[in-house]
């Protein structure tokens, strides 16, 4: 028999917690605001989500929705906190990032008001792995409720390395090479950068992808390495993080959805972004993307629902059915013929007449 969990406790939205626990160096880059275990694998998060920011708030949909790599970030940032504050997690240690995932089904509870999002997190521990009483890893899984409305589930995946056995892996890695530090690399590298509005953003600065083309169901692009990006680059890094590279898949989607099924990236949102980490990506080597685009499905809202549009949220009835487009994208990234992850995404297109 499943065990019910406690109601998610008055959560307090007033500060961010200490940034040291999200691993962030910039408070503007904090996003959490509370934690509160509720069970023993169990706790419940509070995250603020602002109207504007300079990368995660740079976007050509419209109306302004929240960005769902903002939705992810808030996860991870709960992830990790809840590592050092409920599991004993040094701080000192590495966090080893290996899997990441969001769905959402209901957008339109996410769509950018007067006021800032009040995001609610309740986290399970889905895994915890341990070695000689020490927490090595652990498996969230992740519920996203606006004002009491669940609006979709995430994972996230995380293990844990004392910064010695994380040298040594590091070193293993790289045949004894010491790696570089984003700090003194701040070359995007070579290759001419994909226009901004290909990729649904409207500032030059947060693109990552250059020389994109397509053929057929395919799109490539290498990636442009942000590594002076003050929100992807918010601290020194010896490697590529994990959400940079969910950056470029998400680009280089709507870039395909763009140029293989015609789908506009003002008016086309990622509902869902899955990636397994096989390996690090290292800041020094060319990363490439390639994407396969799946076939456009539609469906239909249920007439006694309401689902998300551009105009917003439509209740049915009143307005008529309409339809909902959505596309599958499957991305791979690699660095010298070597898969660093691959990265699923469906992408939606919604507003329009049957």
Not at 315 to 336: F, H
Request: aromatic share 6%.
């Amino acid at each position: 028999m499943t065990a019910t969990l406690p109601e998610t406790p008055e959560l307090s939205y007033t500060r961010t917690v200490d940034r040291a626990l999200v691993h962030r160096d910039s408070l503007g880059e904090v996003f959490l605001t509370d934690l509160q275990q509720l069970a023993e694998s169990d706790y419940a998060a509070a995250a603020q989500l602002p109207r504007s920011h300079a990368y995660y708030g740079d976007h050509l949909l419209r109306p302004s929705t929240y960005d769902p790599v903002l939705l992810l970030e808030a996860c991870r940032q709960s992830a990790l906190a809840g590592a050092h504050a409920f599991y004993g997690v040094p701080e000192d240690h590495k966090f080893i990032l290996t899997h990441l995932r969001i769905h959402l089904e209901r957008p339109e509870r996410i769509a950018v008001g007067a006021e800032p999002c009040a995001l609610t997190l309740r986290v399970s521990v889905t895994s915890h792995r341990k070695r000689e009483g020490r927490t090595t890893g652990l498996d969230y899984d992740i519920e996203l409720l606006v004002k009491g409305v669940g609006i979709g589930r995430a994972s996230v995946g995380l293990r844990f390395k004392s910064p010695a056995d994380y040298l040594e892996l590091r070193l293993r890695n790289r045949d004894g090479k010491t790696p570089p530090s984003s700090a003194t690399y701040l070359a995007a590298g070579p290759g001419t950068p994909v226009a901004p509005y290909l990729v649904g953003r409207g500032n030059a600065d947060n693109v990552v992808l250059a020389d994109a083309t397509s053929q057929a169901d395919s799109a490539r692009a290498a990636l442009r390495v942000p590594a002076d990006h003050p929100s992807m680059f918010d601290h020194p890094q010896d490697h590529l993080p994990g959400m940079v590279i969910a950056e470029a898949a998400r680009q280089l989607a709507l870039f395909a959805a763009l140029d293989v099924r015609g789908m506009s990236p003002s008016r086309t949102f990622p509902t869902d972004l899955s990636v397994v980490f096989s390996r690090f990506g290292e800041l020094e080597h060319a990363t490439h993307l390639t994407a396969e685009v799946g076939e456009q499905s539609t469906a239909d809202p249920d007439d006694s629902g309401s689902y998300y549009t551009q105009g917003g949220l439509v209740e049915l009835g009143g307005t008529g059915p309409q339809r909902v487009d959505q596309l599958p994208v499957r991305i791979e990234a690699t660095q010298n013929g070597d898969s660093l992850c691959i990265l699923s995404l469906s992408l939606t297109r919604v507003g329009a007449r049957r």
